[in-house]
């Protein structure tokens, strides 16, 4: 007798499973800065408007698939038509790919977690120097955040080149990261239902603190005004387009196979059309929340900066003139310094160079995206908050949870087809599956654990997902609508759900959304060729700044091996299944 | 006037002095000067030091040494060739390209009713009052060699106490050079060091002064590394005393040794790591072993209900008015009591 297809203990689980894995670190670090380069809240309208072309469209099309079929990906699409299982072969690859970088994420909140509760923070303070008499150089030209972050916590390399040892404190919390995943995966959707309970919600109440705290915070107008105050040209700017549809796109984590895998546990007359909707808004109202928040952050942040840059300036000024104490204050400092400048021209103009003009629009202005935002301005300003202990738990909790939710979702959409497919199942039970993928790329993942590790990182961030998805997306998409037939599939969902297609879901399905895809195929593609040689930040310790470098021959063979590794498993899949069809039927035919 | 020549106003947020010619005074005489020179007083001009509130930089740029004054330090002061009083320009304040005016502007005050000890006695105590960071070496030709062994005191008490902040008087300067003979005191060879062997000297509205200490005899200063490590060992009595920091009372050239933060035996986030870390493998153990228990029970209960349907076949047993019996015929594979809807409903 078979065995019955484990399902969802109730829908809500299914709904917190795709939300868990829908709402992740790029609603919390990429959305606020695209809203800050593209216009501030006029980005609103492409993100708005992409959502409901693109986003709801395609998300509704991979549970409706998984739901159908019940299968993982690979099983999916095979049973739309045998040559484009390499469809789900492609899915299963990009999502190992990023498995095994993503939880390094997550090993970097364990270990700020961890480091959270002394008192001070280690962030805040630079260590002493050599002979005790001033702080620590690299500490001194950078911050101490930036400093925390680049060389205590990743120790990085000045380039990509010199590879350095595995630092052990980081390949622990990598591990820690790994056995925390196995022990929610490790029942299948048992253990992942009630977990996702958890990672879906908490993130939301910690937001909410923040949210009630950010906005209560010295400067935090600055900021939000900053924000969303909508900058209406650069709506006519076609990258403000382009840039909402990949977000979109990339913050629904449309195929990676991890939807597909999540709907295949689904009672097959779950109404999949409401849980796509749900979804989408709930991740777009997600993030524009986060926005809010990130943004209230960053005013009390700048405002905190331009004010000690102000003190710091009085400071020199009533030294060299000896002023009386406290006589500066930010009012009277543009008369003052007038006056000082045309009564004492000489010294003044000796001064000068040191007195850096400081403004506030400058600090909003440093826009920041990724690790950058999450583990250096975040607890830059978080340091400066009363009871800062407390924030940063509440914080680096809060990117544990957003983390593990979307690992849960990475690494269902790799075990599902791996558990339903007979050969391996029939000789490992599933815990012993679970366990050897972890286990594999925990090993792999180390990689990123050594000095150089943030540089690869960088590289799989950007190459490994990006172009590969966009393309698994249109062949799903066309092999849905055209090879399976737009048609049949409709007869499909109304059978299994009783209630009929909508024409808007036909006409994105078939027309709208496979163009928007390719165009932004396009659109990378020429991007790609026009930049000519890739380039990477490297950390220069020497001068406490990130510099521009160049990627060696092996790395950028590297980043083409990961694009390729992925998209062209559909070709050659393809091509293993007619070969062997040919063989089949080659044998067939003497038989017969 | 001012504005005749282009020089700026002042902003108009800094008070203005009262437009009198009252002695505004230098720093306090050292006591033993004061009482040498209490004939050349008047008694309206001493002591009477009113600190007018707008800012003044230190700036004895103008005053003109005579050589053979600052040879001796013993000299009395009324032996000092002094120039009159008229051409002495004792700029406290900025100076306006203003030539000859007497008039009180706020700021600069030309003294010309300065207690004349004072102007020799100062400038030989202390370096050319000029901020340290732009003094030029040239500028310290016609100085003695104890400039060197002078260090400049920078206090921000406002900064430090907010509206608790108490005012910078002779009391304050007295504790002051108390703090620092304490500090010499401690040094071996300098027991016998009092309070009047310190010299303060060019206190501003900042408040900063230099200060010097010299030795029993008055004649030499303490050489500046002998002060240096004095005040370095005895930093925190005398921030305590000024309920300061090393932030808010600053010696310059002074550098102050940085608190080593407390480094525990036992980093503190591997504890936690250690702590999480275990809870997460025995929470693992736990769930695979009972996933193993329960995959064992599953395996055997299939062949408990094959042990069951044996039994039935070997005893007779009636259950619901139905024996076993005609079920065994079937060997348990189609249950009578089942029957499909078709079979009992007669066909329309």
Known sequence: MEKARPLWANPLQFVFACISYAVGLGNVWRFPYLCQMYGGGSFLVPYIIMLIVEGM????????????????????FRTISPYLSGVGVASVVVSFFLSMYYNVINAWAFWYLFHSFQDPLPWSVCPLNGNRTGYDEECEKASSTQYFWYRKTLNISPSIQENGSVQWELALCLLLAWLVVYLCILRGTESTGKVVYFTASLPYCVLIIYLVRGLTLHGATNGLMYMFTPKMEQLANPKAWINGATQIFFSLGLGFGSLIAFASYNEPSSNCQKHAIIVSLINSSTSIFASIVTFSIYGFKATFNYENCLRKVSLLLTNTFDLEDGFLTASNLEQVKGYLASAYPSKYSELFPHIRNCSLESELDTAVQGTGLAFIVYTEAIKNMEVSQLWSVLYFFMLLMLGIGSMLGNTAAILTPLTDSKIISSYLPKEAISGLVCLVSCAIGMVFTT?????????????????????????????VCYVYGLRRFESDLKAMTGRALSWYWKVMWAGVSPLLIVSLLIFYLSDYILTGTLKYQAWEASQGQLVTKDYP??????IGLLVAASTMCIPLVALGTFVLHRLKRGDAAPVA | MLA?????????????????????????LPERFARATTSLFSPGTQGSCTRPSWPRPLTFSHVPYAANAISSFQATPLSVPLPSPTQVQISLWPRFPSAGAQTCSPFWLHISCLPRTCIVTCPLLCPPPAPP?????????????RAENAFKVRL???????DKAYAWDTNEEYLFKAMVAFSMRKVPNREATEISHVLLCNVTQRVSFWFVVTDSSKNHTLPAVEVQSAIRMNRNRINNAFSLNDQTLEFLKIPSTLAPPTDPSVPIWIIIFGVIFCIVIVAITLLILSGIRQRRRKNKEPSEVDDAEDKCENMITIENGIPCDPLDTKGGHINDAFMTEDERLTPL
């Open chain 1, 57 to 76: 469209p395609l998300l509704y099309l991979e549970l409706a698939v998984g739901q159908r079929m019940r299968q993982g990906s690979i099983g999916a």
């Open chain 1, 553 to 558: 021959a092996y790395a950028l063979a590297a």
């Open chain 2, 133 to 145: 960071s732009l003094l030029r070496p040239s500028e310290q030709q016609g100085t003695p060699t």
């Open chain 2, 4 to 28: 005749a020549r282009g020089a700026v106003p002042a902003p108009s947020g800094i008070p203005r002095p009262a437009a009198d010619h009252a002695p505004h005074c230098l720093p306090p």
């Open chain 2, 156 to 162: 921000s008490i406002r900064t430090a106490l907010g």
């Open chain 1, 451 to 479: 000095e150089a590790g943030n540089y690869w990182f960088d590289i799989f961030n950007d190459y490994a997902a990006t172009l590969s998805l966009l393309l698994i997306v249109l062949v799903e998409t066309i092999a």
